[in-house]
């Protein structure tokens, strides 16, 4: 497999890990007062972990690739995780928004 394929994959891999710490630190917020800091701190820890995973890709892909497919990744990631785990709604246009994230994954994917 060559870097840039693993690198794709790392980045994702990021991405879920990145959406896990946010997932502490949502749970952690709607903890009375501050009583959700154990929560918060093992997310900030997991967030200061990745950076060792971007040194990798940063190596291996462009900083804009890289930036697309993160944030697109957390993105379609944390509104699944905000819909399951948190009972959160969608509207009609942020369903939209989440189709035009799925739409630039494939434009970067086949001009990138």
Request: aromatic fraction near 12%; charge should be negative.
């Given at each position: 497999m060559?870097?840039?394929?693993?690198?794709?994959?790392?980045?994702?891999?990021?991405?879920i890990v990145t959406?896990?710490?946010d997932y502490l630190v949502k749970r952690s917020s709607l903890q009375p007062g501050f009583s959700g800091w154990h929560s918060l701190l093992l997310?900030?820890?997991?967030?200061?972990?990745?950076?060792?995973?971007?040194?990798?890709?940063?190596r291996h892909l462009k900083l804009s690739t890289l930036g697309?497919?993160?944030a697109v990744t957390c993105a379609i990631l944390l509104v699944f995780l905000g819909v399951t785990q948190f009972h959160e709604r969608l509207v009609?246009?942020?369903?939209?928004?989440?189709?035009?994230?799925?739409?630039?994954?494939?434009?970067?994917?086949r001009f990138a």
């Open positions: 060559s870097p840039a394929i693993i690198s794709i994959l790392v980045c994702v891999a990021l991405s959406v896990g710490a997310g900030a820890t997991i967030y200061a972990l990745t950076a060792v995973g971007w040194f990798f890709t940063m697309v497919l993160y009609w246009q942020e369903v939209v928004g989440v189709a035009f994230a799925l739409i630039s994954l494939v434009l970067l994917s």
